[in-house]
């Protein structure tokens, strides 16, 4: 089995993060840049399936800059075998990016593709689908697992997406609780933060890191049509906090949250 | 071409040149949080090592660091080893330095100065953690004097009778009962001084006492070690008869700096929490930020930091560990760390006043613990006193 794993290169969850005046975009300097959490957990379920299976080969996939080589290499340390990296420098959006995903996934003859359900730059949540649909196969997103992160199963690494017989079960999260699925492989699911907790990687593996294949594609040369459909136009930092506000009683509190917050 | 140059010399990062490094550094990050944070403040209460996270370190592949590839190790050279002293010295210097007595004091010298034969049998064992190791110089009546050692070795056939007592032994004990696994014991044979490797349960080597109520670094047991007629095989002599001071200066130099490593953790430590704390807490009205004399202690101590850990890493990056000979700045590193550390740890407990003084806020212990790097690994008078002499004797070593 050949499991495809996207990794998307974001600034760092825990930066503070400011828009420029302008609003043509974020401020980048001096920003650290990680493998977008999500992705992170992508990575783990593979490496955990291939643990379980024996003989599943993990390909990393990214699509970015050419520095996305450093989130390449975070997860060849954690354990992924190999990485591909489609270096473009302009920005594209989710279309572009799964057209990319879908040319690698028929090159590769991959049989399973794990991504992040959406990367927490721009929360766009709509590669994994959109991937899905132009290769016309099945998908499963926000795959989560029935076993809390504290139990002995998942400290046991025991995968939560179960594969045999040519069919995935998946654990969704979906509103109010979980629903599980089953479908047929090939297939791509996408990842929520519940599934299980990356693995950090030891000195080995980043020793074995650095002898492991990362190719670099010209993004023209994949022959795929990358012109953006989406233009952002402006970006804008959210409101404010106002600052709180003591009350000398009861009776004026349940009035300020009647009147002035009107949630009573 | 200039910019290119410029470009690249801009963006090289002296505490993360490589990939490895940065790696490393990522997955330091996670350990320390998740793992090393969680039980400083417990076990150095309690002056108790934590054997599971010790393995943990082992688990991880940080026990071989800066050993060979084909010695079974990370094959990392000295700046990884000061990256890893400064990330776990953030959180915990006690475990730190029981870190730094077997990674450093024990395998990095066994594993340049041991033969291929010792190598096998021993080395695997300490870089997984299974045998938790130590190096004993120090004596009751000798320090800094090394020479002055009075611990004896005479070979008798196919063995060798050591009698002596060695003092301050990091990692000696792993409790009040229990010796470590495997020591780099110093010995004088005739007049000379000879390395040997001696072995848990061997006939004759004892825990003469586990000493208590250290001032700091709590988390790491300290012991005194008796050699009372104690059987050593001669195979467990390292290299040659007299050749121990050929051991001690290979190692000299990774043992400053990693102990610099470990000022370099306090620092960057209680700078955190002094500039936390003055942007929360208030006098008069105002955060205390807004005080000069607290902005004077934050200031002196963020550019001493800086300085410290550029010349603590620029040190780390020339140094050859194959090599030595680099004595004056691995010695003034520490000199210059130790002493940075020790003062921006007590400006951290100034700066928070009554919680400084608290063990909850952290910089108390550390406090405690910055102390040890101006007597340990060569006291700030041996430094002094080897940084004088090298100038002395090459003083284009200053114009360099």
């Not at chain 1, 390449?72 to 420098?89: P, S, W």
């Not at chain 1, 294949?213 to 409101?239: F, T």
């Not at chain 2, 290119?4 to 990062?13: K, P």
């Not at chain 2, 949080?33 to 209460?45: D, F, H, I, S």
């Given at each position: ?8 290169r974001v ?14 975009g974020?401020i980048?300097?001096?920003l650290?840049?990680?493998v ?9 379920e ?5 643990e379980?299976?024996?003989g599943?080969?993990v390909v990393?996939v990214?699509v970015g800059?050419k520095?996305?080589?450093e989130?390449?290499r975070?997860?060849l340390a ?20 799964a ?6 996934v ?9 991504l992040g359900?959406?990367?927490?730059d ?10 899905a ?5 099945p ?12 139990s002995?199963?998942e ?6 997406i179960?594969i ?9 999260e979906?509103?109010g ?5 089953e479908?047929?492989?090939?297939a791509v699911?996408?990842?929520d ?5 990356p ?6 593996g980043?020793?074995?890191?650095r ?9 023209d040369s ?13 970006l804008?930092p959210?409101?404010?906090r106002q600052?709180g506000?003591?009350?000398?009683s ?7 949250l009647h009147?002035?917050?009107?949630v009573? | ?6 470009a ?5 990062d ?14 330091l990050?996670?350990f320390v949080?998740?793992e ?13 090592f934590?054997l ?10 940080l026990?071989?660091?800066?050993v ?22 953030a959180?915990d210097?006690?475990?730190c ?12 010298n066994f594993?340049?100065?041991?033969s291929?034969?010792?190598?096998e049998?021993v080395?695997?064992?300490?870089i ?9 110089m120090?004596?009751p009546e000798?320090g800094?004097d ?12 196919d ?7 060695k ?20 010995a ?7 390395t ?22 709590r ?10 007629n ?6 467990n ?9 050929k051991?001690m200066?290979?190692?000299?130099e990774?043992?400053?700096?990693t102990?610099a ?8 430590r209680?700078?955190e929490v ?7 807490r208030?006098?008069f ?5 807004e005080?000069?004399q ?6 002196e101590s ?12 620029d ?16 010695d003034g590193?520490k000199?210059?760390a ?7 740890a007590?400006?951290?407990i100034q700066?928070l006043?009554?919680?400084g003084?608290m063990g ?8 405690r613990?910055a102390?040890?790097?101006?007597i340990?690994g060569?006291?700030v008078?041996a430094h002094?006193?080897?940084i004088t002499?090298d ?9 360099r």
């Amino acid at each position: 089995m050949k499991i495809l794993v996207t990794v998307k290169r974001v600034p760092d969850p825990n930066a503070s993060i400011k828009v420029k005046p302008d609003g043509t975009g974020i401020i980048t300097d001096n920003l650290k840049y990680v493998v977008n959490p999500f992705d992170e957990i992508a990575i783990e379920e593979a490496l955990r399936l291939k643990e379980k299976s024996g003989g599943a080969e993990v390909v990393l996939v990214s699509v970015g800059s050419k520095t996305a080589q450093e989130q390449l290499r975070t997860g060849l340390a954690m354990g992924a075998d190999r990485a591909i990296l489609v270096v473009a420098e302009q920005e594209l959006d989710s279309l572009a990016v799964a057209r990319i995903f879908h040319k690698l996934v028929q090159d590769e003859k991959a049989d399973l593709v794990l991504l992040g359900k959406q990367a927490i730059d721009d929360d766009a949540n709509q590669t994994g689908q959109m991937l899905a649909a132009l290769l016309g196969w099945p998908q499963a997103t926000f795959a989560s697992k029935t076993d809390s992160l504290e139990s002995e199963a998942e400290k046991s690494g025991t995968p939560g997406i179960q594969i045999s017989g040519g069919a995935a079960k998946v654990v969704r999260e979906v509103d109010g609780g979980l629903e599980t699925l089953e479908l047929p492989v090939p297939a791509v699911i996408t990842v929520d933060l519940r599934l299980n907790v990356p693995r950090y990687a030891s000195l080995p593996g980043i020793m074995k890191a650095r002898k492991k294949e990362l190719k670099e594609l010209a993004i023209d040369s994949l022959g795929v049509d990358v012109k953006p459909k989406l233009k952002i136009l402006r970006l804008d930092p959210p409101p404010k906090r106002q600052a709180g506000r003591k009350v000398g009683s009861v009776q004026e509190l349940v009035q300020a949250l009647h009147n002035e917050a009107k949630v009573i | 071409m200039h910019d290119d140059i410029s470009a690249a010399w801009r963006s090289f990062d002296l505490h993360a040149p490589t990939d490895e490094h940065r790696l490393l550094a990522e997955t330091l990050q996670t350990f320390v949080a998740q793992e090393v944070e969680p039980q400083a403040a417990q076990y150095n209460r309690e002056e108790r090592f934590n054997l599971a996270l010790f393995r943990r370190a082992g688990d991880l592949g940080l026990l071989g660091l800066t050993v060979s590839e084909s010695d079974g190790g990370a094959g990392l050279d000295a700046t990884a080893a000061v990256l890893v002293h400064e990330a776990l010295s953030a959180a915990d210097p006690g475990f730190c330095l029981a870190y730094l007595a077997h990674a450093v004091l024990f395998v990095h010298n066994f594993a340049r100065n041991g033969s291929a034969a010792q190598k096998e049998r021993v080395l695997s064992k300490a870089i997984s953690g299974e045998w938790i190791g130590g190096m004993c110089m120090t004596e009751p009546e000798a320090g800094t004097d090394v020479l002055g050692m009075r611990s004896t070795a005479v070979r008798q056939g196919d063995h060798y009778i050591l009698n002596g007592r060695k003092m301050f032994i990091t990692n000696g004990a792993i409790d009040d009962r229990t010796t470590g696994d495997v020591f780099l014991v110093y010995a004088k044979t005739d007049s000379k001084i000879s390395t040997f490797l001696v072995e848990k349960g061997f006939s004759g080597f004892s825990l003469g006492q586990r000493l208590h109520d250290k001032l700091g670094v709590r988390a790491s047991m300290t012991a005194e070690l008796v050699f009372d007629n104690c059987v050593v095989p001669v195979s467990n002599l390292i290299g040659s008869e007299g050749e121990s001071s050929k051991h001690m200066m290979r190692n000299l130099e990774i043992e400053r700096l990693t102990l610099a490593g470990m000022s370099l953790g306090i620092a960057l430590r209680c700078l955190e929490v002094m500039v936390g704390y003055s942007n929360e807490r208030k006098t008069f009205g105002v955060p205390i930020r807004e005080h000069g004399q607290i902005q004077r202690h934050i200031a002196e101590s963020y550019s001493e930091f800086r300085a410290a850990r550029c010349y603590v890493y620029d040190v780390a990056r020339r140094l050859d560990l194959s090599s030595f000979g680099n004595r004056v700045d691995a010695d003034g590193a520490k000199l210059f760390a130790a002493r940075i550390a020790k003062e921006i740890a007590d400006r951290a407990i100034q700066v928070l006043g009554g919680y400084g003084y608290m063990g909850e806020y952290v910089v108390e212990r550390l406090w405690r613990d910055a102390k040890l790097i101006e007597i340990g690994g060569g006291t700030v008078e041996a430094h002094h006193k080897n940084i004088t002499k090298d100038l002395c004797r090459a003083p284009e070593l200053i114009r360099r």
